[in-house]
């Protein structure tokens, strides 16, 4: 049974904003009671929230699909929809957040960093909120906005001071176990660690963690063996070091060898080439592995790394090696700086900026783009004349009539705003006088109706210009 998972697709849902409510007053002794209708709740968002008690993705490898809860719609007597629970999903220590492009979204690292994935939906006005001065009972309400839905990718990168490479069955698992209190498994056959393995070692007052990685032989950074797995977890790690097995009976290995074939691994990975090196010489409880340790030292430590000699079994040498390890990662979190606290940047909007965008396509439509426009759009019941007449006045105070009209739009051209799309008529409604009608209509919407509102508006000016002066009181 799977036990160590390091990469998985998530599949992110938040949860949709509630509805607005339409709703009107109706009690004995008050016949204009007013629009009463309450707004929808907002829906739950999807936060990522490292836990140092986590240390494996294995929760989401068999339950991928991952969904907040939905707001509750509005009701009568402005009573509002309760928002959706927020979904908080926790992660181990050094998940990075990618797209399945792999472009890099958040960088978890430190216990309680917390990076909200997907944003719920709001929540649509009733129409209680909807009402003014000209709208004093509007028949319509918003509609919930959809919560964010996205694919990404979980990659679990361990944060350890020191990894441990080399070849499988070098003794890093030995190594690991005698150097903290990490049990992991350990035998005599190639590739027994199957699992980056973490143990916290002490080292006087100071301690660090130290990672074993598993599987690096010849070809690991092009998928050979179980390298290309698993070298992302020594990224972060400050000081690496090589144990190589001076007891080895395979043909066609020696310990200088044996490190040139893991540089040139970890070469190929790239990223590492800035990272202290130290050689560990294991297993020299066996007779044959001290003689060879004692005569290939001096090539070792010709290319100016720290050799020591250690015995996981006898644990002659581990002591030393324990405090030179303490003293490297020491020097490393002298040399790095301290994280800047967290800064609020400011960036105002631009004084020509409109909010949104119009872009002209080869077929002859154009696309509006921008958060207000788009937002309007999802959150309108096009079902309801008088919800689509509202949406019209909202995008013409907006300015998206006239910079239609500017890019050269023809009436009846495809416009599209988000997922939605129509066909456009400039200046039939848009912006005109609101006359109130019967709930849930618009008379402007109809053009038959237009037609006759504008004669009327025109009579009653020419009557009003032709009237006598003394006939004015």
Not at 137 to 146: D, I
Not at 200 to 214: N, W
Request: with cysteine.
């Amino acid at each position: 049974m799977t036990s160590f998972v390091d990469r998985v697709v998530l599949h992110v849902q938040a949860g949709n904003g509630g509805h607005g409510c339409v709703s009107i007053l109706r009690e004995k002794f008050k016949p204009f009671g007013g629009p009463d209708g309450g707004n929808g709740g907002h829906g739950g968002s999807v936060t990522l929230v490292v836990d140092a008690s986590v240390h494996t993705l294995l929760d989401f490898h068999f339950r991928p699909h991952v969904k907040a809860e939905n707001g509750k719609g509005g009701a009568g007597s402005n009573r509002e929809g309760a928002n959706g629970a927020g979904l908080t999903l926790r992660v181990p220590n050094g998940t990075v957040v990618q797209t399945t492009d792999g472009d890099v979204l958040a960088d978890l690292v430190g216990a309680g960093t917390a990076y909200e994935v997907a944003r719920g939906g709001r929540g649509g006005r009733g129409n209680a909120s909807l009402a003014n001065t000209r709208r004093r009972a509007p028949g319509f309400a918003e509609l919930g906005e959809p919560g964010e839905a996205l694919d990404v990718v979980l990659e679990l990168k361990s944060v350890a001071d020191v990894g441990l490479v080399g070849f499988p069955s070098a003794g890093k698992s030995s190594l690991i176990s005698v150097l903290s209190a990490a049990r992991p498994k350990i035998a005599d056959y190639p590739f027994t660690t199957l699992v980056p393995n973490l143990g916290v070692v002490r080292a006087g007052d100071d301690s660090f963690v130290v990672a074993d990685v598993p599987g690096l032989i010849p070809g690991a950074a092009t998928g050979k063996g179980l390298g290309l797995e698993f070298l992302r977890h020594i990224e972060r790690c400050a000081v690496l070091a090589h144990v190589v097995d001076c007891a080895t009976l395979e043909p066609g290995r020696d310990p200088v060898s044996d490190i040139d074939a893991i540089e040139a691994e970890l070469d190929a990975y790239g990223g590492l080439e800035d990272r202290p090196r130290i050689a560990i010489l294991n297993k020299i409880d066996v007779p044959d592995g001290r003689d060879l340790a004692e005569i290939v030292r001096a090539d070792v430590a010709a290319r100016g790394w720290p050799v020591f000699e250690v015995s996981a079994v006898t644990h002659e040498g581990v002591r030393e090696l324990t405090f030179a390890l303490g003293e490297l990662v020491a020097a490393h979190r002298a040399a790095t700086p301290e994280p800047e606290p967290t800064r609020i940047v400011l960036r105002p909007r631009a004084v020509d900026d409109s909010g949104f965008t119009i872009e002209a396509e080869a077929d002859g439509s154009f696309v509006v783009r921008g958060a207000k426009p788009e937002r309007w759009v999802r959150q309108t019941n096009f079902d309801n004349e008088e919800a689509v007449g509202y949406l019209a006045d909202r995008l013409a105070r907006l300015g998206v009539e006239d910079s239609l009209a500017k890019a050269g739009a023809e009436p009846g051209c495809l416009v599209r705003i988000g997922l939605f799309e129509f066909d456009w008529q400039p200046a039939v409604y848009a912006g005109a006088e609101f006359t109130p009608g019967q709930r849930g209509a618009d008379y402007r919407l109809d053009e038959t109706a237009t037609r006759t509102k504008a004669a009327e508006r025109l009579s009653a000016r020419k009557a009003r210009r032709e009237r006598p002066d003394d006939d004015v009181l």
